[in-house]
């Protein structure tokens, strides 16, 4: 019997092939909210489910029953995603009450610029390699604004994405989950609705004022008028707006009334420093949505990221003023950046 050799892999062979081993899809889903639901279960194959943490204990059963009523009482529609997601799996209802209450840090950074081609706006999406699932869908519900966005294995939510009205929202975490937590809409269900809902910058930053949340995170709002962090958590909110034609987010909070809650960590303050460093030039460059894909793929702070916990799963660059956004469905130091959906109709800006 030969004895086995053991391959050594390199740290960027190993990242790569966590990339090339998740689960990326783009399509299209549209109907009611149970028929979304169902396709997206369908799309999920045999990794279909999974229930956060495990099994749930008595408190966190009556936790997350709490959540789902209080998501009912706002966002009814979702609930009936979340049928017909379970009928597409044959499995009660029940099993999917985690993902009401299912919080996520992450290490993601964002900017907003205004600049000659308009105002553009870039994302990264940064995790742990075991969320290997990252669907990129388009949207067209037959209630509410259709939208691009994508999906990350939590029921019903949307990450990041541009609506039909040329409204971009996202997510940035902001601190861990809270033990005890208040009752409220998980993270990744108020992108969605904002998505679905509103049409402007203003109405969504009014509504997410209003919404019960339950964990800290911050929420990039923009669209060609107005562009807003909502510095979100339990006990207090506030809002950043733009500043000489740039708006920047990580994981920390920088409102002077909330960096209490959240004290900032290093990562997230080279990732916000390299972002501020880096930009100027955008503010008068031609091509500047191009450019700004080469900031993104930065490794020095880095913002494109390959190690556990901060890895860089996708990146987007969207035009508010052309209304189309592009995605890079892997880390952009690597992958191109595409417009998918070329066929939908292009999301309309809107004007005041």
Not at 4 to 31: C, H, I, P
Not at 79 to 104: C, K, M, Q, R, W
Not at 217 to 230: E, G, Q, W
Not at 266 to 292: F, I, M, Q, T, W
Request: glycine share 8%; charged share 20%; aromatic share 10%.
């Amino acid at each position: 019997m030969q004895p086995q050799t053991e391959v050594f892999m390199s740290d960027n062979e190993r990242n790569l092939l966590e990339e090339q081993k998740a689960d990326y899809q783009w399509y299209e889903a549209s109907g009611s909210h149970f028929d979304i639901g169902f396709i997206t279960a369908q799309h999920a194959g045999s990794e279909a489910f999974f229930s956060p943490g495990g099994k749930l204990s008595a408190a966190q059963l009556s936790y997350a029953e709490k959540c789902r009523a209080v998501t009912a009482k706002y966002y009814p529609e979702i609930v009936e995603e979340f049928a017909g997601y379970a009928s597409a799996l044959n499995l009660p209802e029940e099993d999917l009450l985690g993902h009401y209450t299912i919080g996520a840090t992450g290490g993601c950074s964002a900017i907003v610029v205004d600049t000659p081609e308009g105002r553009i706006v870039g994302r990264n999406y940064d995790f742990f390699y075991f969320e290997s699932r990252r669907h990129l869908i388009h949207t067209r519900p037959d209630k509410g604004y259709s939208h691009t966005g994508i999906h990350e294995g939590l029921i019903g939510g949307r990450f990041d994405g541009l609506n039909e009205r040329g409204l971009f929202v996202s997510f940035n975490g902001a601190g861990d989950h809270p033990d005890p937590a208040p009752v409220g809409i998980s993270f990744h269900i108020i992108v969605r609705y904002l998505l679905e809902k509103c049409a402007t910058a203003q109405e969504a930053k009014e509504t997410l004022l209003t919404l019960p949340i339950k964990e800290p995170k911050s929420y990039l709002i923009a669209d060609r008028h107005d562009a807003f962090v909502v510095e979100a958590h339990p006990a207090r909110r506030e809002v950043r707006s733009l500043e000489n034609g740039r708006l920047f987010v990580t994981n920390h909070y920088l409102h002077p009334d909330m960096q209490a809650y959240h004290p900032a960590w290093p990562n997230s303050v080279a990732r916000y420093n390299k972002l501020v460093e880096l930009s100027p030039g955008l503010l008068e460059s031609p091509e500047a949505e191009l450019d700004l894909r080469t900031i993104l793929a930065d490794h020095t702070a880095p913002l494109c990221g390959h190690n556990d916990g901060l890895a860089t799963f996708w990146s987007c660059t969207t035009n508010l003023d052309t209304g189309k956004i592009a995605y890079c469905l892997g880390a952009p130091c690597r992958n191109e950046y595409k417009h998918y959906f070329e066929d939908a109709p292009v999301h309309q800006p809107v004007s005041h």
